[in-house]
């Protein structure tokens, strides 16, 4: 291969890779593996979740992709703390 054609080729990838990140059903399928990892949350934390992925599913039904991958990122952030929390807390 030339080296323009492997240009090419990792300039599609990264472009793919990043157009998959803002995907609202990856994003709700990297929620459901987090919650299925079952991280210890706070109340507030389950409640944010749950409040998150609601709102974000019925955006997705109307049709309003970006916004509802904007909640699912948001309760993915939430997840995230918790899943950091829960490590920390072990390596003590």
Same mark, same amino acid.
């Not at 459901?32 to 210890?40: D, I, N, R, V």
């Not at 507030?44 to 916004?67: H, N």
């Given at each position: 291969?030339?080296?323009?054609?492997?240009?090419?080729?990792?300039?599609?990838?990264?472009?793919?890779?990043?157009?998959?990140?803002?995907?609202?059903?990856?994003?709700?399928?990297?929620?459901?593996?987090?919650?299925?990892?079952?991280?210890?949350?706070? =109340?507030?934390?389950?409640? =944010?979740? =749950?409040?998150?992925?609601?709102?974000?599913?019925?955006?997705? &039904?109307?049709?309003?992709?970006?916004?509802?991958?904007?909640?699912?990122?948001?309760?993915?952030?939430?997840?995230?703390?918790? &899943?950091?929390?829960?490590?920390?807390?072990?390596?003590?």
């Amino acid at each position: 291969m030339t080296i323009k054609t492997v240009g090419v080729f990792s300039f599609l990838v990264l472009v793919l890779s990043a157009c998959g990140a803002d995907d609202p059903q990856s994003r709700l399928d990297e929620i459901e593996a987090l919650l299925a990892k079952g991280f210890p949350m706070t =109340d507030a934390q389950k409640g =944010d979740v =749950d409040r998150l992925v609601s709102e974000g599913a019925a955006l997705l &039904a109307d049709g309003q992709r970006q916004a509802s991958s904007e909640k699912f990122a948001l309760a993915l952030k939430v997840l995230k703390q918790a &899943a950091d929390a829960d490590r920390f807390n072990k390596s003590g």
